[in-house]
């Protein structure tokens, strides 16, 4: 079974400029999870879908931050602009509807300078 | 909100010696809890999960507890070998399918 795919792996730039990350999760997970995380800390939730609509982005700075899931698969997170404190891994997880653990993606290192 | 706290935040033992970690929980509706282990560089892997109608579930060295009247859940290592030596998040699933994740235990397992 594939894991989750996520790209690209690292990625710099200044502050703000723009940023997308991508996401490809597990066949046939209808649960989509971004999340920052921040060097030291656990993963914070910034956007939840249950297939292409949105259960939870209460997290989400939306002045800024935007994610979409077309077509309920792949899923896109995009910063514009960046700003210093978005300087993190960002990581992606799938999981099937019920009481099932989320399956994490390698993350993205995202360094904003 | 929903909540998870878990203590202790840093955690050293002698190899061999057995570990714990315990959360809690602040939404009762919450009914699968698991527990990642994340090592330096690495992605969050699952090790273990328990969900709301059970007490206790053990694979091999580890096993996690669950008090649901008090909120609370353990993870219990034994026999702790370096490898071990990593930082683990516990998380808590609400009913939405919501996952919060605690602030992390660094465990380290001293040889």
Redesign the interface.
Known sequence: EAGVAQSPRYKIIEKRQSVAFWCNPISGHATLYWYQQILGQGPKLLIQFQNNGVVDDSQLPKDRFSAERLKGVDSTLKIQPAKLEDSAVYLCASSLIGVQGGFFGPGTRLTVL | ?ENVE?HPSTLSVQEGDSAVIKCTYSDSAS??F?W?KQELGK????II?I?SNVGEKKDQRIAVTLNKTAKHFSLHITETQPEDSAVY?C?A?TS?????????TSLSVIP
Do not use: S
């Open positions: 909100g878990q009914n699968y698991p990642y992605r969050p892997q699952l999960d969900r998040f998380a699933k939405y399918d919501k996952v919060i994740f605690g602030p992390g």
